[in-house]
């Protein structure tokens, strides 16, 4: 079973800024999270790493609480494009640290 | 190309029949995953290649599937007297080590009519 827990879908419109809030009560101390983008008939993407507080690149930013047993994906300013599925992964210690997937949250950006 | 590579993209084959579907990695990746999706779901760890050997193949959902990394390079997976039930798409991935960024082909679409 999938270690995170998130949204099944949102909605938004072009031009705000969508947020993606992911549970993993329970993160390892050493486990970094991982967000990945899907779109269709394409594999997933990498999007952004953190471990603590907050990392920002040019696609989005991550928010991580001080606990670690939350994360939030933010994507600034969304367009169309970025309908998308969004993954947040964190390594399965029970499998290996693999990273395993779960549902997703399936973003659908309006116009 | 500097992406991962999969073939076919497509491939329809009949219940009972044999199947072998390819990756390329990203050149220098001696990581190589394989997962498999089904229609609005996540994907599902399949095998994990540390160079030529699987280091975990937990994933494997029965003894008809098999994996090979034969020089820690391409890989193939085959899969044994398909079933309707293993219609997915069939993801590659590989990275510089296990715990590295994942990065994945766009996978091959198996149907088992």
């Known amino acids: 079973l999938a270690k995170t827990t998130q949204p099944i879908s949102m909605d938004s419109y072009e031009g705000q800024e969508v947020n993606i809030t992911c549970s993993h009560n329970?993160?390892?101390?050493?486990?970094?999270i991982t967000w990945y983008q899907q779109f269709p008939s394409q594999g997933p993407r990498f999007i952004i790493q953190?471990?603590?507080t907050k990392v920002t690149n040019e696609v989005a930013s991550l928010f991580i609480p001080a606990d670690r047993k939350s994360s939030t994906l933010s994507l600034p300013r969304v367009s169309l494009s970025d309908t998308a599925v969004y993954y947040c992964l964190v390594p399965d210690n029970n499998a290996g640290n693999m990273l395993t997937f779960g549902g997703g949250t399936r973003l659908m950006v309006k116009p | 190309g500097a992406g991962v590579s999969q073939t076919p993209s497509n491939k329809v084959t009949e219940k009972g029949k044999y199947v072998e579907l390819r990756c390329d990695p990203i050149s220098g990746h001696t990581a190589l995953y394989w997962y498999r999706q089904s229609l609005g779901q996540g994907p599902e760890f399949l095998i994990y290649?540390?160079?030529?050997?699987?280091?975990?193949d937990s994933g494997l959902p029965n003894d008809r599937f098999f994996a090979v990394r034969p020089e820690g390079s391409v890989s193939t997976l085959k899969i044994q007297r398909t079933e309707r039930g293993d219609s997915a798409v069939y993801l590659c991935?590989?990275?510089?080590?296990?715990?590295?960024?994942?990065?994945f082909g766009s996978g091959t679409q198996l149907s088992v009519l």
């Open positions: 290649f540390q160079g030529t050997g699987a280091a975990d």
């Open positions: 953190g471990y603590k």
């Open positions: 991935a590989s990275s510089q080590g296990q715990g590295e960024k994942l990065f």
């Open positions: 329970n993160i390892a101390t050493n486990d970094y």
